[in-house]
T-cell receptor, first 113, second 111 residues
Framework: EAGVTQSPTHLIKTRGQQATLRCSPI?????VYWYQQALGLGLQFLLW???????NRGNFPPRFSGRQFPNYSSELNVNALELEDSALYLC????????????FGPGTRLLVL | GENVEQHPSTLSVQEGDSAVIKCTYS??????FPWYKQELGKRPQLIID?????GEKKDQRIAVTLNKTAKHFSLHITETQPEDSAVYFC??????????FGTGTSLTVIP
């Protein structure tokens, strides 16, 4: 069974640009979660999608947004990039929103110059 | 919402000794408590989990205990090895809700 995949693995942008990160969940998983992990820090919850709907978002500004497609893959968009957006962005998926285990992808490392 | 606190933030042990990491949670409705291990440069991976109807669960050198009354749960690693060195995250969740992660514990096993 293929795991969670993310693309690209690395992304370099300049301040003010937009970044798009993609995630494909494990087959059969309907929930996708996005986390930001700045260097040496913990997992900051960004967004949660299930069945195409945004279920909840963390304490991040509106320039962090995303969507979930009918095939349950997901996209995270970050507009007006700032230097402090540099981080590892992790996507996780789970079967359903019923306290099931989340499985993480390898992450996209975003560097904002 | 749920609040998960994790201690200690860093932990160093000699190889062969035991390591214990503790987490507390605030929402008594939380009923699922996973632990993740994140090695440097890698993704977090589930190492063990426990549900609220169980008090303890073991998997070889790793065990997790849960005290629902006190709302805390702990990860125990026995006979530590250098490859156990990593950052460990605890989390809590309830049905129909997201995970709430602790802030992580950086474990170093000294050979």
């Amino acid at each position: 069974e293929a795991g969670v995949t993310q693309s690209p693995t690395h992304l370099i942008k300049t301040r003010g640009q937009q970044a798009t990160l993609r995630c494909s969940p494990i087959s059969g998983h309907t929930s996708v979660y996005w986390y930001q992990q700045a260097l040496g820090l913990g997992l900051q919850f960004l967004l949660w999608y299930d069945e195409g709907e945004e279920r909840n978002r963390g304490n991040f500004p509106p320039r962090f947004s995303g969507r979930q497609f009918p095939n349950y893959s997901s996209e995270l968009n970050v507009n007006a990039l700032e230097l402090e957006d540099s981080a590892l962005y992790l996507c996780a998926s789970s079967p359903q929103t019923r306290g099931e285990t989340q499985y993480f992808g390898p992450g996209t490392r975003l560097l904002v110059l | 919402g749920e609040n998960v606190e994790q201690h200690p933030s860093t932990l160093s042990v000699q190889e062969g000794d035991s390591a214990v990491i503790k987490c507390t949670y605030s929402d008594s409705a939380s009923n699922y408590f996973p632990w993740y291990k994140q090695e440097l440069g890698k993704r977090p991976q589930l190492i063990i989990d426990i549900r609220s109807n169980v008090g303890e669960k073991k998997d070889q050198r790793i065990a997790v205990t849960l005290n629902k009354t006190a709302k805390h749960f702990s990860l125990h690693i026995t006979e530590t090895q250098p490859e156990d060195s990593a950052v460990y995250f605890c989390a809590a969740s309830k049905p129909g809700n997201q995970f709430y992660f602790g802030t992580g514990t950086s474990l170093t096993v000294i050979p």
